[in-house]
Each structure stands twice: as structure tokens, then as C-alpha cells.
């Protein structure tokens, strides 16, 4: 299987890309192996060879992206902006098809939990103090909001550019909706 390594690599990425466009469409229960196969032109073997079963090739989808984001992240500096900055290294063609997935109506919940531990509290540089009773109701309301905010953009279908989004998340936070809302 490693002789080709550019042909076991687009074989791997054509079973990932399928799984993806399915799992946007149903939930991981109705995918089947033989259904993944079948719309990606191989033999069931053939996904064998690359995953145990569709729990394992969801877990390598998710492990790609998180590893993808945190070699971006490696050099970006800690800043009350390391949700924006991991989600700005997510806002990726490459990435489109893959959050289509894991972030749309069948995606799992799971993910989300995941993504948040990925950006760890030691990246966010809040202004709040250390152990304080509020410090972990802050902390999940930024987290959770940015990625809620993430998801419903990923699933408009991007309606605003990057810099427009991005831009709107910095400004709800730093000033709220009331700048929005008309009188």
C-alpha cells in the first residue's frame, strides 16, 4: 500500500471527502462503509485498508483539522484573540467541505467539546482574575459564542467574507448587539 505514496494519499482523501459530503447530508448512524465505497468508485476492502470502521475515519478527519490549526497556531502569540485566531486558521477552502460536516446539522456535539479544549484556557489571555467564581462562566461564553457564531457562517455558506465576520465577532464583543438594532 505504500509503494504509491501520492496514490494511497488520494485514494485516503477521496474515502475523507465522501464520508464529509454524506455526513453533511445524514447522521454517522445512516453512513455506511459499502455507501462511502460505492460513491468513491473503490471496494470496501479498499476503505479497510485505511480505517477500522466510519468512528475511526471520523476521529482522523477531526485529528487533521485539530493538528492543521495547531500548527498554524504555533507561532501566533496568546492574546484574547486565540478564539478568532484558531477559528481564522479554520476559515480555509481546504477546511470547507470537512466543517460543512462537522459542524452542520448532523455534526456531533463532540467535535464542538473537542474544539474547545483545543484552545486551551492557557491560550486565552483574559483580564479576569485567576480562580474567580466567574472566571469559568466568562471563559465558556467566549468560547462557546465564537464557535456558535463560527458554525452558523459555516452553514450560511460564508454570506460574509472572512473580514466582515471576523470583524462582527470582535465588535459584539467589544460592544454588543446594540449597535445593530435599529431604534
Not at 46 to 56: A, N, R, V
Not at 70 to 77: C, H, R, S
Not at 129 to 139: A, E, G, K, R, V
Request: hydrophobic share 35%; net charge negative; charged share 25%.
Amino acid at each position: 500500500m505504500k509503494k504509491q505514496p501520492q496514490l494511497t494519499e488520494k485514494t485516503r482523501q477521496k474515502l475523507v471527502d465522501v464520508f464529509c459530503e454524506l455526513y453533511s447530508q445524514k447522521p454517522i448512524e445512516k453512513i455506511s462503509v459499502q455507501e462511502i465505497a460505492n460513491k468513491s468508485g473503490y471496494n470496501r476492502s479498499t476503505f479497510y485498508q485505511y480505517f477500522t470502521d466510519i468512528y475511526e475515519l471520523l476521529d482522523s478527519v477531526e485529528n487533521d483539522l485539530f493538528n492543521e490549526m495547531k500548527k498554524e497556531l504555533a507561532n501566533k502569540e496568546l492574546s484574547m484573540h486565540s478564539v478568532q485566531d484558531a477559528l481564522y486558521c479554520l476559515d480555509n477552502r481546504e477546511h470547507l467541505l470537512v466543517l460543512n460536516a462537522l459542524l452542520g446539522d448532523y455534526g456531533s456535539a463532540r467535535f464542538l467539546k473537542r474544539l474547545k479544549k483545543e484552545i486551551t484556557l492557557d491560550q486565552l489571555d483574559f483580564n479576569v482574575p485567576q480562580n474567580h467564581s466567574l472566571t469559568p462562566y466568562l471563559i465558556e461564553f467566549y468560547l462557546t459564542t465564537s464557535l456558535t457564531l463560527f458554525r452558523l457562517w459555516i452553514q450560511r455558506q460564508k454570506d460574509l467574507s472572512s473580514e466582515e465576520f471576523f470583524k462582527l465577532v470582535e465588535n459584539l464583543y467589544s460592544s454588543g448587539i446594540s449597535p445593530y438594532i435599529k431604534e
